[in-house]
């Protein structure tokens, strides 16, 4: 079952590896696409008492030396003080690094973004190899080289596009999340369907069930479906980064749901709402938007809507502040000149960019979400 | 009298500007290169008051809106904590800026390092154009992209490769400059000749005098001369630079006289020597070592000390630790695996890296330099 994907990006390219049972092929890819004696774990306090043991024997049994730097688990950490750190037990800590030393972030988004971001800027750039653990992570942020931290003004306000040797995905892995964090994965699943393939939509629809079924504390999605869920959803993401590396065109299509999403997560606070419940609501926004300016099919926007609902996911929030999500939005880093840009569906399966977003289209739009 | 040398990196390509007044012409620069219409000039506690009005005077004059962030002066400075404080400065308060704004170092390659760095990792990346003050950095650190900070496990260990949109190097701007640290360039420039151009070598010897001119408190030089050493050597790296951006070759020469020189610096403490004497330091052990190997001529490395000498740069120092130094070199960042790499003369004009160096060869050459 296991499914590859080329991310080609010329002398950046790399593969996008899915199966079960990757983590304990961590050691035998780093020997084998680095050539590397020496690994540097970086995971979090939920993730290393589940995997950095095998991690670090699985390297052990290809010759290769490896140490675990461990955060606290938690998008509270993903910042600069965390990231400093770090990069102190990376330099001044055990075993001296050099520039062949390879990275291994383990675990979800945050660890991959963090340890991403220490990769690219330790000794001016090391090779990484990112092992996501989330679904979330294996969809999204683990593609594409996109690193970084948030800061006190916005997320992911600091970082570097530094692109991966390779990425594994081991879906074994995705057992242990909580429903809910796998809901909030397959909320960016619908997004991808939404912008680039309407047939996406179809396979998540039909095996909505399928894949959130659960037995006892543990996830029990079919491997086979989860599997070609996945590769759907990297090979998509690796069409977009291929076209547009560094987010100057089409990059941007992935940002649908996320403009609003984002505004509503900084109003309500990082703590309170999963990104996946965020998107989720940014993505009815949107469509709200879409349908009000006559580019998107009522219809097809209550399918949407129905579909995030069987994901269990929130079609409605109570005690928004529109007026404070507009300025939110106005100060974010991809407004150019204050100018509002979002992302809005034109078909299933098509977006385009609009720069021409108002302050009262965005207020009907989260009145309409009001619940 | 102007001059102007092409850094050719495909889509990251720029070109460096030599001559008198173009700090006036930073803000037309800025229009002409970007279209940007705000701009954050990152410069230390000694320029700000000789230039910053001038520089925002300038951007103002060109229709783009500016803000100043200082830090303190000084190698000390250069560290992650102090590239905190300036993102914090930059994302949270005053103008917002997005991925349009345009950050313009200012300074000595202090300034330009940091700021080269908080460019390269705000927003992911933002232009920047690189407006160098002293020698040294108009020769060396201002070309080339290497961005990046100091770690208490070593110099420039946190950093990102990021090439500027343009460089501008205003050489009225040396005439405030201690002799001092004209010197510290000059010995970068002898490097450079070293490295690669015998006829530099000539141009250096001839000029020695006419290059350390002081009138009262201020550098008399003549503007022609200094125009075209600094063109000259700019060429020097700007080749090298094209044919090796990242450092995994003969960007590498570029450390001559680096190596054993960087060790002694973190020996001797980055307080109490200047980046150019224990350059100059470096380049005469490596001599010594290069002549001990009967790779080099004995007489060119008698020469390559006299002018030196006649530089005012040392060519021996009391109290080195011959094995602290070695044991200093094993972990520098450079080294691979352990292994001390050098890059050794095998000509006027050529050199050659070597990893086979010994920590024999090294106490002999820090021995010779005793005095």
Redesign the interface.
């Known amino acids: 079952m296991e499914q590859k994907i080329h991310v080609a990006l010329g002398e950046r390219s790399y593969d996008v590896r899915i199966a079960p049972g990757l983590i304990d092929q961590i050691g035998s890819s780093v020997a084998e696409l680095t050539g590397a004696?020496q690994v540097v774990v970086i995971t979090d306090s939920n993730v290393a008492p589940l995997y950095a043991a095998r991690v670090t024997e699985s390297l052990a049994a290809a010759g290769v030396v490896s140490r675990v730097l461990e955060f606290p688990a938690g998008e509270p950490s993903k910042n600069?003080?965390t990231v400093?750190d770090l990069?102190?037990e990376l330099?001044?800590s055990g075993e001296?690094?050099?520039?062949?030393t390879v990275i291994v972030p383990l675990g979800g988004g945050v660890a991959g973004d963090m340890g991403g971001f220490v990769a690219?800027?330790?000794?001016?750039?090391l090779r990484f190899l990112q092992c996501p653990t989330s679904l979330l992570a294996v969809v999204d942020s683990s593609v594409g080289g996109?690193?970084?931290v948030d800061?006190?003004?916005?997320k992911?306000?600091?970082?570097?596009?530094h692109q991966p040797v390779g990425v594994l995905s081991d879906i074994e892995s995705l057992r242990t999340l909580s429903i809910e964090e796998l809901r909030n994965g397959l909320g960016e699943c619908v997004k991808h369907a939404v912008i680039r393939d309407a047939t996406l939509l179809d396979f998540i629809e039909t095996n909505a069930e399928t894949l959130q079924r659960v037995d006892g504390e543990k996830l029990a999605f079919d491997s086979d479906v989860m599997c070609e869920l996945l590769a759907k959803n990297v090979a998509i993401k690796a069409q977009v980064v291929r076209t547009d590396e560094?987010?100057s065109g089409v990059r941007a299509h992935l940002n649908y749901g996320h403009t609003i999403g984002h505004a509503i997560e900084t109003f309500v606070g990082y703590a309170n709402i999963r990104h996946g419940e965020a998107v989720s609501l940014g993505m009815v926004t949107a469509n709200h938007i879409a349908v009000a300016r006559e580019l998107f099919a009522p219809a097809v926007a209550d399918r949407i809507a129905n579909l995030l609902q069987s994901l269990n996911l929130p079609t409605t929030c109570g005690s928004l502040d529109a007026v404070k999500i507009w300025d939110i939005m106005k100060?974010d880093?991809?407004?150019?000149?204050?100018q509002v840009r979002m992302v809005l569906p034109t078909g299933l399966g098509e977006v385009d960019i609009y720069d021409d977003i108002t302050e009262q289209e965005v207020g009907e739009a989260v009145e309409s979400i009001d619940g």
């Open positions: 004696k600069f003080a400093s990069l102190d330099l001044g001296p690094i050099d520039r062949g690219g800027v330790a000794l001016r750039g996109k690193t970084g800061h006190a003004a916005g992911n306000l600091i970082g570097v596009f560094r987010e100060h880093k991809k407004a150019r000149g204050g």
